[in-house]
């Protein structure tokens, strides 16, 4: 065994490898570590909540003794966060939210607690609130976008689109094409008015790709806007063009400002004909067409589809929409927690 000092300069063979390897293990270790912290914590909170029901519905006790709640547990922890009236109110109404621990457990014990707050304020439906606490999880959703996704009904309007994926892609495919499409779009953070016309949508749209791309969901990358497409020694451009990463295959984008006519799938499935002929690889699927709209008679969308042997969606976009107002509820504001768990800070 040799007893050559180690240079600190020049490291040993395979010491790079092996130090990306223990990076990469302590990284996921540290990762583990938080999540397991965070799901003792979601559990607590959700313990304590389930002993507040059961005592003012077993005992009778009223609202007070959560003021008195307050004062002890913060003596006994004085630098543990979180025990505030407005954080005890939430986590009582955590625990009435969920009384399936296993879904404490499993789904939302997953979201770290300001997640939780969101789900808690902005929605009141269960089966809602566990479909987008799913959604979060899948796609790794900050806070503030999860607070998006839930003001502008993103579950609601996932799915929606008119589309004749069904009769033209295989069943797995067609499933997801399907839940890849919504309808209406919002375009809201175009600031764009409602006479905006085509051209004049698809420069903002690029200028907000990033918004764009989250509006348009998980798989969707952008390949480039007016794509020059070479036919028969002729110009033409396709609106939008992106590749979904899921489906592996390129999705044709075209807008339209007025009221959707049956003609506008015509140009789509001529678009759609020439990028599989001249952009789409051996290994990816047919392309999808989707056709963007101010306005469609659903009927005439269907009727338009059912003869059309390339796979295409037909939806609706909206550049100025109100927000649904947050539902009303008797808990603290978001803020009010997050300002009563920062330190020093008292009820």
């Not at 400002?257 to 506008?264: A, L, M, N, V």
Request: aromatic letters at 8%.
């Amino acid at each position: 065994m040799s007893n050559k000092p180690v240079s600190l300069t020049t490291p040993p063979d395979g010491y790079s490898d092996w130090l990306t390897d223990l990076k990469s293990r302590i990284h996921h270790a540290q990762q583990r570590a938080s999540l397991a912290v965070n799901r003792e914590l979601i559990q607590l909170y959700w313990q304590i909540g389930q002993d507040i029901l059961q005592r003012q519905a077993e005992q009778g006790w009223g609202a007070k003794v959560i003021e008195r709640l307050v004062h002890d547990l913060r003596t006994a922890f004085p630098d543990m966060k979180g025990f505030s009236r407005s954080n005890l109110m939430y986590m009582r109404a955590f625990a009435e939210a969920w009384p399936d621990v296993e879904i404490v457990q499993q789904a939302v014990g997953q979201l770290p607690w300001g997640h939780n707050l969101v789900l808690l304020s902005k929605l009141k439906d269960s089966a809602q609130r566990l479909a987008y606490a799913q959604a979060t999880l899948e796609h790794n959703w900050s806070r503030n976008v999860l607070v998006m996704q839930i003001e502008s009904g993103l579950l609601e309007r996932q799915g929606k689109a008119v589309t004749n994926f069904e009769a033209r892609l295989p069943k797995a495919q067609s499933d997801l094409a399907r839940e890849s499409l919504k309808d209406p779009y919002r375009f809201d953070f175009l600031n764009l008015g409602e006479e905006a016309q085509e051209r004049a949508v698809e420069s903002a749209l690029v200028r907000h790709v990033t918004e764009f791309l989250l509006e348009l969901g998980a798989g969707f990358a952008f390949v480039g806007r007016q794509v020059l497409l070479d036919v028969g020694g002729e110009e033409f451009f396709i609106d939008l063009l992106f590749y979904h990463l899921k489906l592996r295959c390129y999705v044709v984008i075209e807008l339209k400002t007025g009221k959707f006519k049956p003609e506008h799938l015509g140009q789509l499935g001529f678009y759609l004909t020439a990028v599989d002929r001249q952009i789409k690889g051996d290994q990816d699927n047919a392309s999808i067409g989707l056709l963007l709209c101010k306005s469609k008679n659903k009927v005439v969308a269907e009727y338009a589809l059912s003869d059309k042997s390339q796979p295409m969606g037909i939806a609706e976009y909206k550049l100025q929409e109100a927000l649904p107002a947050e539902l009303e509820t008797d808990l603290p504001s978001i803020e009010q927690i997050e300002r009563e768990l920062q330190p020093g800070k008292a009820d």
